[in-house]
């Protein structure tokens, strides 16, 4: 009976252990990046949310509907879209065609 009791804690330990060491490679796992001209790294993931969150929020009208929800939802999901690019616009050079859409983005 100790034994069976024995073998079923290390079994659960053996999860336990399995699982925080996938958690700790998820943590360091690096994002995907493409690289601009003059070596600059854009992370993609980030570039394909800011892409969503325009279309929803031109077309599907997503601020609004927040405005519903929150008092100052409109305003403040604007302003969250607005500081995302303007904190991957700072590292971009200026005649690229990504700081363009950036700039041209409401």
């Given at each position: 009976?100790?034994?069976?009791?024995?073998?079923?804690?290390a079994?659960?330990?053996?999860?336990?252990?399995?699982?925080?060491?996938?958690?700790n490679i998820r943590l360091y796992d690096t994002p995907q990046?493409?690289?601009?001209?003059?070596g600059r790294t854009?992370?993609?993931?980030?570039f394909q949310q800011l892409r969503y969150l325009k279309r929803v929020i031109h077309e599907d009208h997503a601020a609004e509907d927040m405005q519903i929800l929150y008092p100052e939802g409109f305003?403040?999901?604007?302003a969250l879209y607005a500081l995302a690019w303007c904190d991957i616009l700072k590292d971009l050079p200026p005649d690229g065609m990504y700081w363009q859409e950036g700039m041209h983005c409401s």
């Open positions: 009976m100790k034994r069976w009791w024995y073998r079923l804690l079994t659960l330990g053996g999860f336990v252990v399995v699982f925080l060491l996938y958690l990046c493409f690289t601009l001209v003059g854009l992370n993609e993931d980030v305003v403040f999901m604007h």
